[in-house]
């Protein structure tokens, strides 16, 4: 009962967003490029946390090799932070496990030193990520929202690995620069010819996903979510724990 109490006063009755990402592939990199790529993405998160801090309650750091976290205060900033990331890093290739819940800060301002609801469900869905090849996985304790949302990530991510160097450019200016004509100005294309890659590509449909998504986590506060009495968190067929 003691420690049932103690526990209590350690969380603040916030929920949280934890990130939790690593590097696609990195097995199959030699030393020297692997090296590289963990200084790339150690750059990208440095302008992550800059960029980002009012949203950051603990920023990035690397915790391991090819592993780095964050603790974030809502859902839109960690969906724009992992797509940032995403496009800083690339070519690097990322995946992310996103979890919702307590966290344990026992006085910390690092996320390595954290613990909680939040961290265990973001290493799940890390987990899953790679289990199942997706770019992004995510475990709140709602089933049903983790059932839409995942689904989306799947779909986005099945489209996003056939793109080549060329589509992921013209995606990202496109999103930059908002028309046809200004992204064919810097390839020295058609409009007509941006249009017709983008399409072609689905690159419009991700788009619209991603949007959508962000506009969704934007009507979505983190006080919405229960924490389930369970230790366990469940997502169709699969079971994770977050004890």
Known sequence: MIGMDLQEKLYDDKLYVVIIGD?????????RSRYQAQLF?????VQINEEYAEHIEAPFTITKGDEFQGLLTDLEA?????????KLTFPVRLRFGLGVGEVLKMGSHTPIEMD??????????LNMAKKKKCNYYIITPDENINLLINT?????????????ERHYRLYWRYKDLGTYREVGALE?????????ALKNSRAISVK??????????QQVPLCRFQEDSSDQVILGDDEYSVG
């Not at 993405?41 to 998160?45: E, F, G, L, T, V």
């Not at 909680?116 to 869905?125: D, E, I, L, S």
Request: hydrophobic share 45%.
């Open 188 to 196: 020295n294309i058609t409009p007509q010819a941006v249009c017709d």
């Open 208 to 217: 619209t996903a991603e949007e959508n998504l962000l506009e969704y986590f």
């Open 41 to 45: 993405i150690k750059s990208a998160i």
């Open 116 to 125: 909680g609801p939040a961290f265990h469900r973001a290493n799940a869905a």
């Open 152 to 164: 989306t990530f799947h779909l986005i991510t099945a489209i996003k690995q056939r793109w080549k």
């Open 78 to 86: 960690a969906f724009r932070i992992v797509l940032a990331l995403e």
């Open 23 to 31: 590097m696609s592939g990195s097995k199959q990199l030699s030393g």
